[in-house]
């Protein structure tokens, strides 16, 4: 393509044959499959046909959409690898449909280019803050835009290799923390399966008697010598009123236990799965309760743990496995600091941790609340660093606050803050943002 202006091409062009949502596919497969596809965002048709036929030369996958609104119909059926896009368009601008995006973990990692004037100084800083990638200022040709697009192809690729080692770092820190906890889960388990193995034998030894006392009640039956004494002699012989209490009584425990381990093995498996790639609507109060079930006996012995959820919380997008790492330590945390005030297993009364869901606007609260040691002054500023612990060597790496700070702020664009008393405890707060749709 020459190097003729886009602003001249809008004046010659008047139609546009390629429907918003039609994908025209360069001819060589072996380009289709290098190059990204792009998703062109404007209300000119002239425009549109001009970067379509450019980029389509240059071996990209191009969509096209006359607005915002039609953008997100297209993105949400077959997701771009950019977005080109003009500011100001009908129905929904530029400006509106970058932080609509931004506001949605789905779609917040896809580069944004937007096409405006130097007169746009102002949409450009504000669109900056929902993570613009680049601006091509108008009138430009296609090779300027291809140099942009490449040059953010080679970040996006580099971003990609620190995010694949960010998700090995978590799910080696999570398969620690599974380690960790595992004498505890064993424990979990043994205790319900002992009692289980118990009825199981009184039952097996029950049924001994009760085979002796049928079997002695149908032969007086068949000798014709079944009489009131007879009958009552069986029974108290097989001690049938003790009988009659305790089977009911041994098969409501051994349902229970199995039940407890039920509900055990689910929640580890829930937690250890390593979780998807994509981001997905999460129960985070159901979350909240797998990640106490499988740290219970972390917390169990040295606290009580109140969870105080909103029952109307609504669904979160977000990555389930790493924000379960979050929540599993804090929790962990909040056991350990209570158990460095109070010992392993104190007398008297145990400590407390509240975890508390409520909705906050547009947002979620989880508080996660303690009444252990607080945070000394020295490590306010320093907890949310990597290797950075106040524990004794080898008993923590360091990695678990760092680790949580960034799945909460980076991945998911919340926040995660703290209050802290020495001597009374501490609150951690995680604020995620609720699904835009």
Known sequence: MSNQSLTDLDKSKKTDPFPALKVPLNSSPEHSIQKPRILVVDDSISVRLALQEGLVKEGYQVLTAENGKKAIEIIQS?????????????????????????????????????????????????????????????????????????????????????????????????????GQLASGIAHEINTPTQFVSSNVSFLEDTFADIQKMVKTLVTANAEKTLTGDVLKQALETADWPFLEKEIPMAIQQSREGLSRVTHL?????????????????????????????????????????????????????????????????????????????????????????????RVDGSSVLIH????????????????????????????????????????????????????????????FTVRLPIKIS
Request: proline share 4%; net charge negative; hydrophobic share 40%.
């Open 78 to 178: 077959a997701l771009p690898d950019f977005i080109l896009s003009d500011v100001y368009m009908p129905e929904m601008d530029g400006l509106e449909l970058c932080a609509t995006l931004h506001r949605n973990p789905l779609y917040s990692h896809i580069p944004f280019v937007v096409m405006s004037t130097e007169k746009d100084a102002g949409n450009m800083r504000q669109m900056m803050t929902y993570g613009a990638a680049a601006f091509i200022i108008k009138p430009f040709n296609i090779e300027q835009l291809i140099i942009t697009l490449n040059n953010k192809s080679e970040q996006k690729k580099s971003l990609k290799e620190k995010e694949i080692l960010h998700a090995q770092l978590l799910q080696t820190h999570k398969l620690e923390s599974v």
């Open 265 to 357: 093995v689910r929640a580890m498996k829930e937690f250890s799965h390593p979780g998807g790639k994509e981001a997905e609507l999460v129960d985070i109060n159901r979350l909240i309760e797998t990640t106490a079930t499988v740290a219970r006996n972390e917390w169990k012995y040295s606290s009580e743990l109140q969870l105080d959820l909103a029952p109307d919380l609504p669904k979160v997008v977000c990555l389930a496995g790493e924000i379960g790492q979050v929540f599993l330590n804090l929790l962990v945390n909040a056991a350990h600091t209570i158990t460095e005030k109070l010992g392993r297993t104190p007398v008297g009364n145990k400590g407390l941790i509240t975890v508390t869901t």
């Open 368 to 427: 996660f609340a303690d009444t252990g040691c607080g945070i000394p002054d020295f490590a306010k500023a320093k907890i949310f660093d990597p290797f950075f612990t106040t524990k004794a060597v080898g008993s923590g790496t360091g990695q678990g606050l760092a680790i949580a700070y960034d799945v909460v702020t980076r991945k998911h664009d919340g926040t995660l803050t703290y209050i802290t008393a020495i001597g009374e405890g501490t609150t």
